[in-house]
């Protein structure tokens, strides 16, 4: 099994729509998730990051953490069309320096 | 937050050849990583890379088939050597942020994108 699991879409919403984008993960020790988005042809930047369970909000994004099921989700409200780019997951190897990332799901937010 | 260019953005090369990718940031830092990002693929990390010593390679990667080179605190370079076209993928390096290692925040640069005929 692999460490973080993402499906990959794509996503296709029209605008305003609230999107829900999902990973699984494998490691209980995992402590921090994290939120990447990535437009075409640009490297990610992070979007937002959680510690441990419960949620995280900024403006109309919502990072959530279930621990118990280790499953995370980033929602959008009020999707718009600026919002259109890959999304990706991503967890800290505990201890180390490394970030293991979901595959990334492509998101197209239709005006 | 760091600033990081590639160069090339982009190259088509030819099977056999090898292809050097330079990654140059505006402030300096402690650690450089080189990632791989194959089409339906996860971003895979290639390499860690500190100024002063050698590169820490994951696992499926080896320092003959992508030498890394770290001569300062703002500059890296990773090679792809004796190109395949399994090879054609997006490169990118990135730097650890200012976040004191607690949520490992990495800064990305705008990536290379390599096409092997």
């Known amino acids: 099994q692999k460490e973080v699991e993402q499906d990959p879409g794509p996503l296709s919403v029209p605008e305003g729509a609230i999107v829900s984008l999902n990973c699984t993960y494998s490691?209980?020790?995992?402590?921090?998730f994290m939120w990447y988005r990535q437009y075409s042809r640009k490297g990610p930047e992070l979007l937002m990051y959680?510690?441990?369970?419960g949620n995280k909000e900024d403006g109309r994004f919502t990072a959530q953490v279930d621990k118990s099921s280790k499953y995370i989700s980033l929602f959008i409200r009020d999707s718009q069309p600026s919002d259109s780019a890959t999304y990706l997951c991503?967890?800290?190897?505990?201890?180390?320096?490394?970030?293991?990332f979901g595959k990334g799901t492509k998101l197209t937010v239709n005006p | 937050s760091a600033v990081i260019s590639q160069k090339p953005s982009r190259d088509i090369c030819q099977r056999g050849t090898s292809l050097t990718i330079q990654c140059q940031v505006d402030?300096?830092?402690?650690?450089m990583f080189w990632y791989r990002q194959q089409p339906g693929q996860s971003l895979t990390l290639i390499a860690t890379?500190?100024?002063?010593?050698?590169?820490?390679?994951e696992s499926g990667f080896v320092i003959d088939k992508f030498p890394i080179s770290r001569p300062n605190l703002t500059f890296s370079t990773l090679t792809v050597s004796n190109m395949s076209p399994e090879d054609s993928s997006i490169y990118l390096c990135?730097?650890?942020?200012?976040?004191?290692?607690?949520?490992?925040?990495?800064?990305f640069g705008p990536g290379t994108r390599l096409t092997v005929l």
């Open positions: 990135s730097v650890d942020g200012p976040s004191g290692g607690s949520y490992n925040e990495q800064f």
């Open positions: 490691n209980s020790a995992f402590q921090y």
């Open positions: 959680t510690y441990s369970s």
């Open positions: 991503a967890i800290p190897e505990g201890g180390s320096e490394k970030l293991v």
């Open positions: 402030s300096q830092v402690t650690m």
């Open positions: 890379a500190n100024q002063g010593s050698e590169a820490t390679y």
